[in-house]
Antibody
Framework: QVQLQESGPGLVKPSETLSLTCTVS????????WSWIRQPPGKGLEYIGYIYYTGSTNYNPSLNSRVTISVDTSKNQFSLKLSSVTAADTAVYYC????????????WGQGTLVTVSS | DIQMTQSPSSLSASVGDRVTITCRASQSISSYFNWYQQKPGKAPKLLIY???SLQSGVPSRFSGSGSGTDFTLTISSLQPEDFATYYC?????????FGQGTKLEIK
């Protein structure tokens, strides 16, 4: 079955850019939407945005000016960049596949903790 | 933005209890609504999609209902493995959003 795995630095300095990659295995990235979601420690889930395999994107308006999601179909990967990070961006970041039908998220990656600190 | 409000925020119950968690949307979202279960240190797991469809592999004691702005998740007979945090999600708007979560604890 399809599995997702996040990868990237676990520590990012304030004002720098957070960069994560999600690798999709067990299936093709084509014909699906792919999403990023985050969860600050001890808090709830926040939707970041999605990318379609063709490259079209949609972002949470609250993060829109700082977020870029891209896709590399040749590597079966999609990526997240979040610029100008602060301590408030410290969170577990999850990638997930988003249904083309009504947008439910399944499956999810295991998540990766990114800490913003100098 | 569509706001999702879950109630209660936390709930204590016993094995075998019937439990209901509710979620209210700030505007009508049709049936673009899902439920997830999250256990400590784990990724959320899809339980119910499109309001009432049970995800494959999820026990039939879980059920979902609702429409418009008001939705419920019901667990008919709590099992030890059901103690977790539950999140609702709307996917009606292009920018999806989640409820704040309901932590289900053992009484």
């Amino acid at each position: 079955q399809v599995q997702l795995q996040e990868s990237g630095p676990g520590l990012v300095k304030p004002s720098e850019t957070l960069s994560l990659t999600c690798t999709v295995s067990g299936g093709s990235i084509n014909n699906y939407y792919w999403s990023w979601i985050r969860q600050p420690p001890g808090k709830g889930l926040e939707y970041i945005g999605y990318i379609y395999y063709t490259g079209s994107t949609n972002y949470n308006p609250s993060l829109n000016s700082r977020v870029t999601i891209s896709v590399d179909t040749s590597k079966n990967q999609f990526s997240l960049k979040l610029s100008s990070v602060t301590a408030a961006d410290t969170a577990v970041y999850y990638c997930a596949r988003e249904s083309r039908d009504r947008g439910w998220l399944d499956p999810w990656g295991q998540g990766t903790l990114v800490t913003v600190s100098s | 933005d569509i706001q999702m409000t879950q109630s209660p925020s936390s709930l204590s119950a016993s094995v075998g209890d019937r439990v209901t968690i509710t979620c209210r949307a700030s505007q009508s979202i049709s049936s673009y609504f899902n439920w997830y279960q999250q256990k400590p240190g784990k990724a959320p797991k899809l339980l119910i999609y499109a309001t009432s469809s049970l995800q494959s592999g999820v026990p039939s004691r879980f059920s979902g209902s609702g429409s418009g702005t008001d939705f419920t998740l019901t667990i008919s007979s709590l099992q030890p493995e059901d103690f977790a945090t539950y999140y609702c999600q709307q996917t009606y708007s292009k920018s999806s959003s989640f409820g704040q979560g309901t932590k289900l604890e053992i009484k």
